[in-house]
């Protein structure tokens, strides 16, 4: 099986898709994702509470897409568990055969979630990504592949003095690759990423730039209006309304954005995240010449 771990040293520029869960997802849903997106891209990312629903464990439905020969980076948070139960399901992870985990911080249920959630502090994203570090010089544990240990960021224009303070403590953590949240301000990602250059900090890490193939205007706004680490200029928004058929137009500005991501010094690959239709990811991908038809 190919795996996300291999592909970040031997491909130019990975390419990572994520799964689409919600409440009601069962097995025969993730299968066929599975099979739409798995020989497109280097591995499905499996994402925590994906939009502020709660959906089956991430653990669950990673094991499913290995099962079915689809490599699957593990996405867990630092706020929904304790220490005990997320180094219980990164020890499942392992056993499981997930050789990738993206670790975050993550964020409370939306306050419309009730009865809300209790919050659990137990660990920040830096303790949670050095605890899978330790985890990885176990000696103990034995039969199994260490973690590709991976982060996230919101790109953003840094300031002349910036140097990345959160992002070094992660790299220093452990991580070895970061995700950078959605963004279609090129102008910002270029930016953002150029100052990780500057400080050398992208030698001990990969950075994915996150993209999405958007199906309407109705749901880029959604995105921005809703999720504050997504970055979605309103000209993106006016393509889609204007365009005759939506869709296509989503798919045509996602390929334009991933060539043009290829080309950012310093970016390693691209995760197209969900959009409700992987169709739609995978003929984005096709259109951006980055892998073949």
């Avoid at 199906?215 to 889609?240: C, F, T, V, Y």
């Avoid at 080309?263 to 990811?281: D, E, K, R, S, V």
Wanted: with cysteine; charged share 20%.
């Amino acid at each position: 099986m190919k795996t996300f771990k291999d592909a970040i040293h031997t491909q130019e520029f990975v390419l990572t898709a994520e799964l689409l869960l919600a409440p009601d997802s069962d097995a025969a849903s993730i299968i066929e994702q599975a099979r739409v997106l798995g020989p497109h891209v280097d591995a499905i990312l499996v994402t925590e509470n994906q939009y502020g629903a709660i959906h089956m464990s991430p653990l669950a439905a990673a094991s499913i897409l290995i099962h079915e020969g689809v490599d699957a980076i593990l996405q867990l948070s630092a706020c929904n568990r304790n220490r005990a139960a997320l180094i219980g399901d990164m020890l499942g992870a392992r056993a499981a055969g997930i050789t990738s985990l993206q670790l975050v911080q993550g964020k409370k249920m939306p306050d419309s979630y009730q009865p809300q959630p209790m919050q659990v502090t137990d660990l920040g994203v830096d303790e949670l990504i050095a605890t899978a570090d330790v985890i990885n010089e176990d000696a103990q544990i034995t039969g199994a592949s260490e973690f590709l240990i991976g982060g996230a960021a919101k790109a953003h224009s840094p300031k002349a003095d910036w140097s990345a303070p959160r992002l070094v403590g992660k790299v220093d953590a452990g991580a070895k690759f970061i995700h950078t949240q959605l963004c279609f301000d090129l102008k910002v990602l270029r930016s953002f990423v150029a100052e990780l250059v500057a400080i050398k900090l992208v030698r001990r890490c990969s950075v994915i730039a996150d993209m999405a193939a958007l199906p309407s205007a109705d749901s880029a706004r959604w995105l921005r209006e809703n999720l504050s680490h997504i970055m979605i200029p309103g000209k993106i928004i006016q393509r889609l309304k204007a365009a005759v058929a939506p869709e296509q137009e989503g798919i045509q500005i996602c390929s334009e954005y991933l060539q043009k991501i290829s080309t950012i010094p310093g970016i390693a690959g691209a995760n197209l995240i969900a959009n409700g239709n992987p169709a739609m990811t995978v003929e984005a991908i096709k259109a951006s010449g980055l892998r073949g038809g």
